[in-house]
T-cell receptor, first 111, second 115 residues
């Protein structure tokens, strides 16, 4: 049982480049989330999707876009990467108010 | 807006002793859920314990227990008989039963276990 799978695990981008972080879950969860984790700031919500076809902004959405492609997949896109977007990104999923299951994270460095 | 505050950036405890991590939250809702997650150096997020606000009884999971004070909006985690494997970042999280599915985390507490 794979759970939540994020790709890639590591990425280095140059300022201004674009990329998409992929996330897929195989637990038939309705809700999916993208967080970024920075030292001293905990996990901050970027975007979330309560169900297929819906997305909502979290605390720090600027500079990001998301797509809930289907029930399984929720991608995060950086159109023009900036050094301030250097972070560890986590995808998570759950149904209702149950515990969230997390991917292993993507360490992104923007130089 | 819902907020979660963890006022202890770092804590340390002697092996086999007991430690309490603090968490407070702010919400106007009455029905919600609270969680403690553990993040070891592997970066994996692991659920430690969960508490439903409508339950008066404090949740326990083996050596982990919570002190849930609804009126004070406080949700602390007690770790008894601390072990080296408990060393990790601990995050408190909040979600409401209001229907927006948002899951909000605190800034975390780094726990060090002293052998």
């Amino acid at each position: 049982n794979a759970g939540v799978t994020q790709t890639p695990k590591f990425q280095v981008l140059k300022t201004g480049q674009s990329m998409t972080l992929q996330c897929a879950q195989d637990m038939n969860h309705n809700s999916m989330y993208w967080y970024r984790q920075d030292p001293g700031m905990g996990l901050r919500l970027i975007y979330y999707s309560a169900s297929e076809g819906t997305t909502d902004k979290g605390e720090v959405p600027n500079g990001y876009n998301v797509s809930r492609l289907n029930k399984r997949e929720f991608s995060l896109r950086l159109e023009s990467a900036a050094p301030s977007q250097t972070s560890v990104y986590f995808c998570a999923s759950r149904t209702g108010l149950a515990e969230a299951f997390f991917g292993q994270g993507t360490r992104l460095t923007v130089v | 807006a819902q907020t979660v505050t963890q006022s202890q950036p770092e804590m340390s405890v002697q092996e086999a002793e007991t430690v309490t991590l603090s968490c407070t939250y702010d919400t106007s809702e009455s029905d919600y859920y609270l969680f403690w997650y553990k993040q070891p150096p592997s970066r994996q997020m692991i659920l430690v314990i969960r508490q439903e606000a409508y339950k008066q009884q404090n949740a326990t999971e083996n050596r982990f227990s919570v002190n849930f004070q609804k009126a004070a909006k406080s949700f602390s985690l007690k770790i008894s008989d601390s072990q080296l494997g408990d060393a990790a970042m601990y995050f408190c999280a909040f979600t409401s039963n209001f229907g927006n599915e948002k899951l909000t985390f605190g800034t975390g507490t780094r726990l060090t276990i002293i052998p």
